[in-house]
């Protein structure tokens, strides 16, 4: 996976800066309970909702087992179609081919269509390395683009920034980019929005390369899907010569009859619409009708090691509908950018550190950066156990960090740090073990509970910082049980 994100502070650092911030928790807390309640209102309409979400759950966790079978037929699909597909293990494979379609091309501009995929191998800076000009075209990765920012929500990479601060970024920049925004520009929806209009209009009319990612791709046909809202992504599909798609192998889908499912509740647990304003597909070419060529690039990047795990691979059903970031009440105060990945939130928390491993700071604090609340699984549309996930990559971290394949055994290396937590484990492990040095034990707490810190000594001040340490009871359960029923059972 990409570094693009790889070497900013563990995810406790960048919070802490990140709720100091009161405009950047007022710009959270008021779009994520605006999107919170209008989608709750529009799964309230399906009656059958817990059965769609059933059904999509089961879908993807039959793809999954069965992926290399549906990623053949993908293939074979696509090829028939007229369609051209290349296969990439890694980032570094998927840019150089990107790379080289466009130079084969003679082109120096591309237009896109919002990709959490090419934004996860960092394709953008690599087409700039290789003299390439990356155009987004999505409404707000325009305005992160333009303000040299990076994305902070899965649908609303902007959701960080008010009206205010996009009227500013539009005036500031626009102009070095293309048409420049209109003189005397104000903060109303309206005026951004045509600014943004005019601005990208030149480029979908001039680009003869468009590139995209897929919401899902079906192996029966070889047809390519994209929901959006905005319109944006029907230019780039359908008006340069060379379209050039980048998606991830989980994408995948067997049927038609399979994708019914997924086109009722992504719109709902996404932008809570019944349906996107814009469905597109595409399958292969076609004489006289959109692009003349079209390229698959089949990204692997990190995938089949997570399907490795039988309890992590749950991530790889992810549709990205960004319900869970929504809900999460440490997203909504930390924002997306304290998660250093192109997927912030729950499903950021459990999905980045599979892709990319936990070898750094920021993808081993990942799976902590959450409170185990629950509210991302009762939400989720394909029922992902993000807090089952969490604990699983907690328990791989203290114990020996990432899960390798070693021929078709999967290993843990060996992780540095945490020696302090499995101590203590080791510690409670024999104290429980031992029932009368337990209860010696809680006999001294009990009667040396006056003298007790208030907060925990050395490492542990970081986190009864925070917390009040619970209040040593004055007497053991044991002893109160034997004292006052003799311990026996008076339950009728």
Known sequence: MSGTFVGMPAFPKAAHEAVNNPTLRGNLRHATHTIRTKRAKAVAEVSDWAELREAGKRIKDHTLRHLDDYLVRLEESVTAAGGIVHWAADAEEANRIVTELVRATGERE?????SMATQEIGL????????????????????VQLGKDRPSHILVPAIHRNRGE????????????????????????AELAEAARLHLREKFLRAKVGVSGANFMVAETGTLVVVESEGNGRMCLTLPETLISVV?????VPTWRDLEVFLQTLPRSSTAERMNPYTSMWTGTTDGDGPRAFHLVLLDNGRTDTLADEVGRQALRCIRCSACLNVCPVYERAGGHAYGSVYPGPIGAILSPQLRGTASEIDASLPYASSLCGACYEVCPVAIDIPEVLVHLRE????????????DTVVLKP?????????????????????????????LASRTRRFHPRTLPGPGRAWSGTRDLPAVPAEPFREWWQRTRGGKDTAK
């Open 110 to 114: 591309v237009v896109k269509v919002k």
């Open 124 to 143: 953008n800076e690599a087409l700039e390395a290789a003299g390439i000009h990356a155009y987004e075209t999505d409404l707000a990765e325009l305005i």
């Open 166 to 189: 996009i009227r500013d970024i539009f005036a500031r920049e626009m102009g070095a980019w293309g048409r420049a925004a209109p003189e005397g520009l104000t903060d109303t929806p």
């Open 248 to 252: 991830g192998i989980e994408k995948i």
């Open 396 to 407: 791989r971290i203290a114990q020996g960090g990432r899960a390798t394949r070693d021929g």
């Open 415 to 443: 992780a540095k740090g945490h020696a302090a937590e499995r101590a203590a484990m080791r510690a409670a492990r024999w104290a429980f073990s031992h029932p009368g040095a337990l209860g010696a034990g809680q006999r």
